[in-house]
């Protein structure tokens, strides 16, 4: 789909006349990290020390819920135990401990470039993740100094993602409109988050979740990556100023 396309179908099926873009809102696992990896490995742990069957691509899935969304969500299907918000904050800090373990987690190849030359345009950028990890909040600062005008965390919203609240927040916290904000995903929970919020949402395939399945969950335009991103931003941009 050409960036064209792609911008006159929103146009199309949100009724808005324009777009004029003056906010990104970023996820962090698999757009900011190449985390992914390391989180599905710690999940599997979690879950077998506990007793519950479990796959590791099957949490590439679940990316972009909270960490106790999930932990309630796995115990409840696989073990058949209704979890309470104090008991899947504790095993979630076990997952966390299990994820530092496997040691640093490298900048997505990219994504520096690309926020960069979002803020060099006069775009505000706003974190929207899932993650309760403080650690991970924290360590966004140093990587990504300056890029970030806010952020929405799992601490800040009652439903994670697929629910649209985190990015709805994330409109607010831009001061604008969903139809202002482009977001920028990697996980089919999150382009279903950002489109059901009514924002352009581009899909960006850094983990083994095919092109496909973000289209399928309402992405307006994918990319390979985060490189492959960078290169169309310019005529991405330029054509939403010409429809």
């Known amino acids: ?63 972009g819920m909270t960490g106790t969304e999930i932990i309630k969500m796995k115990f409840k299907q696989g073990a058949g135990k209704n979890i309470t918000d104090d008991e899947a904050l504790a095993l979630y800090g076990v997952k966390t401990r299990y994820f530092h373990e496997l040691g640093d987690m490298p900048l997505m190849p990219g994504t520096l470039t690309v926020l960069s030359w979002l803020k060099e345009q006069g775009i505000k950028c706003v974190l929207v993740t899932g993650s309760q990890q403080a650690t991970i909040l924290e360590r966004i600062d140093n990587d990504y100094p300056g890029i970030f005008d806010a952020k929405v965390t799992g601490h800040d919203v009652k439903r994670g993602k697929p629910n649209p609240e985190p990015y709805l927040k994330g409109v607010a916290l831009a001061g604008g409109k969903p139809g202002q904000c482009i977001v920028l995903e990697n996980a089919p929970l999150g382009v279903q988050a950002g489109h059901a919020a009514g924002c352009f949402t581009i899909g960006v395939t850094t983990g083994p979740i ?14 390979p990556s985060m490189q492959a991103l960078l290169e169309a931003l310019p005529q991405l941009f330029e054509a939403m100023r010409t429809e």
């Open 210 to 223: 095919p092109e496909k399945e973000l289209y399928k969950t309402g992405a307006d335009i994918t990319y």
């Open 1 to 63: 789909m050409t960036e064209k396309q792609a911008i006159a179908n929103y146009l199309k099926y949100t009724g808005n006349t324009s777009i004029n873009i003056n906010a990104a809102l970023v996820d962090c696992d698999g757009v900011l990290y190449d985390s992914m990896k390391n989180h599905t490995r710690a999940w599997v742990k979690l879950m077998k020390k506990n007793g519950i069957r479990c796959t590791r691509d099957e949490f590439y899935l679940y990316e």
